[in-house]
Structures are given as structure tokens and as C-alpha cells.
């Protein structure tokens, strides 16, 4: 498997906290994702980085922020919790060799009451 | 805007039987055509790839077949097994952008 951790790995969190999840790489791949997955939706894309401090949005990036200050970590923070971000989210890599292949994580399964 | 369909939703197919999934897609800058498998609790897991310049790429009992022209490409796992009970997910990508477009998945179930 691809070094990729993330945490945590479940959190129940109150409607309008703010929620930082964390993904960490140990393959020094240059692209990171964050994506969540939802049942009828699949896998939406949030964010992604191309490299350090470099960020663009994805899909469905409205109420979710990134940074990225080194190139194995990408944070992702919801600014303030709502219960429409109850959801599973992935971070994934790529870039390694070439390929456009991505290496995804174990995922955070985030609950929002 | 679902810029790659894929279909069905759901399927259940009978051990040692054909599952098959499609997947159509409407850009013609799309040039890499990836499937992931994903089981419960896991994060996707990348299956099999196939580049335009081929109609057909087999590794093992997975198969993909690609129509350039009917801008289509399926997956075809023979001989099913339990143990290929999963969600796969068909996707595309155009360039060096690095971006995958995923279809929506298909829920696989394997009859013992």
C-alpha cells in the first residue's frame, strides 16, 4: 500500500465547529486530493494541490478551505461544520512516476449533528 | 454535469459468470480511462488502465474494452468470485491535468 495516513479516522463533531482533517504521505508524490464520498454521488473532488502552497478547487469546494505547507501533508478544514458534510472523505496522491494513477487513503468518516 | 456515465448502478451476477459495467464518456480530449475497485470501509484501489491507442487491455480475469468512436469502455470480469464483491468505479483523464472525472460506481455482488 501506498504510505498514505490520514486522521483521524472517525470524528463526531456539532454543527458550526470548525473540523481539520489531516493527510499524510510518506512517497514524496507532488499531487494530493481531497475528495468525499457520498452514496449516489461517488467521489467528488474538493481540493487538490499540485505542490507545496499550491492549491485549486475542485467540484465542490463551497464551505471547505486546504493547505498545504509541506509537501507530505495536505490539511483539509471545514470552517464551520454543517450536517450537509456528513460524509466519508478520501485524501489520494499521485505523481510519482509519471502516471496519472492515485493512491488513495483509508478515509475519515465525519459525522456532523 | 456527469461528464462520464456509467452504468448499471447495481448488479448481481452468479459465481463463474461474466459481470460487465460501462462507462461512456463525452470529452475527446480524454486519453487515460482507469477502473478502481473499492470495498467497504477502504479507499479506492486502481484495477486497471487503458490508454486510446488500444481497444483492449487484459490483466487476469479483468478485462477493459475500449470504442474510440462510440466514446465507450467497459470492464468485463470473467470467471466472478465472491471475493470481486465490490464498488467499481470508471474514470477519465485529459492531459497532465491530473484531475480524474469519476462515474458514479457500480455496487458488484457475486452469488457463491
Known amino acids: 500500500d501506498a504510505g498514505i495516513t490520514q486522521s483521524p479516522r472517525h470524528k463526531v463533531t456539532e454543527t458550526g465547529t470548525p473540523v481539520t482533517l489531516r493527510c499524510h504521505q510518506t512517497?514524496?508524490?507532488?499531487?494530493m486530493y481531497w475528495y468525499r464520498q457520498d452514496p449516489g454521488h461517488g467521489l467528488r473532488l474538493i481540493h487538490y494541490?499540485?505542490?507545496?502552497?499550491?492549491?485549486d478547487k475542485g467540484e465542490v469546494s463551497d464551505g471547505y478551505s486546504v493547505s498545504r505547507s509541506k509537501t507530505e501533508d495536505f490539511l483539509l478544514t471545514l470552517e464551520s461544520a454543517t450536517s450537509s458534510q456528513t460524509s466519508v472523505y478520501f485524501c489520494?496522491?499521485?505523481?510519482?512516476?509519471?502516471?496519472?494513477?492515485?493512491?488513495f487513503g483509508p478515509g475519515t468518516r465525519l459525522l456532523v449533528l | 454535469q456527469q461528464q462520464v456515465k456509467q452504468s448499471p448502478q447495481s448488479l448481481i451476477v452468479q459465481k463463474g459468470g461474466i459481470s460487465i459495467i460501462n462507462c461512456a464518456y463525452e470529452?475527446?480530449?480524454?486519453?487515460?480511462f482507469p477502473w478502481y475497485q473499492q470495498f467497504p470501509g477502504k479507499g479506492p484501489a486502481l484495477l486497471i488502465a487503458?490508454?486510446?491507442d488500444v481497444s483492449e487491455k487484459k490483466e487476469g480475469r479483468f478485462t477493459i474494452s475500449f470504442n474510440k468512436s462510440a466514446k465507450q469502455f467497459s470492464l468485463h470480469i470473467m470467471d466472478s468470485q465472491p471475493g470481486d464483491s465490490a464498488t467499481y468505479f470508471c474514470?477519465?483523464?485529459?492531459?497532465?491535468?491530473?484531475?480524474?472525472?469519476w462515474g458514479l460506481g457500480t455496487s458488484l455482488a457475486v452469488n457463491p
Open positions: 489520494a496522491i499521485s505523481g510519482s512516476s509519471g502516471t496519472e494513477t492515485q493512491y
Open positions: 512517497e514524496n508524490h507532488r499531487y
Open positions: 494541490s499540485y505542490g507545496v502552497k499550491d492549491t
Open positions: 470529452n475527446t480530449a480524454f486519453d487515460y
Open positions: 487503458i490508454r486510446p
Open positions: 474514470a477519465a483523464n485529459a492531459g497532465n491535468n491530473r484531475k480524474l472525472i
